[in-house]
Nanobody
């Protein structure tokens, strides 16, 4: 069974920090591109940060310098360290796993709510 399980969401004050984690099972983790997406009410889901199976990392312009993505292939996890949080970061954050070797395989976690409010 393929599972992506997000954790670490919660309520934080503006300027605060939060660390999200995604634990993957049922896949050969090291072969997958891993990413964090988010979706705010009334908006489309957007890419926050992603890392390729080769280790390249990219960030959305809105989070560059504030968020840091990391992956640990030995633990089958990918994390998102979020600093200097703003109210506009409020969203449900989803873990995504994707690979295109022979065919496309893509999986999504259920999401974890992040709320930034005073």
């Amino acid at each position: 069974q393929v599972q992506l399980v997000e954790s670490g969401g919660g309520l934080v004050q503006p300027g605060g920090s939060l660390r999200l984690s995604c634990a993957a099972s049922g896949i050969v983790f090291s072969l997958y591109n891993m990413a964090w997406y988010r979706q705010a009410p009334g908006k489309q889901r957007e890419l926050v940060a992603g890392t390729t199976s080769g280790g390249r990392i990219n960030y959305a312009d809105s989070v560059k310098g504030r968020f840091t993505l990391s992956r640990d292939n030995s633990k089958n996890t990918v994390s998102l360290e979020m600093n200097s949080l703003k109210s506009e970061d409020t969203a449900v954050y989803y873990c995504n796993a994707k690979q295109l070797i022979a065919t496309l395989w893509e999986y999504w976690g259920r999401g974890t709510q992040v709320t930034v409010s005073s």
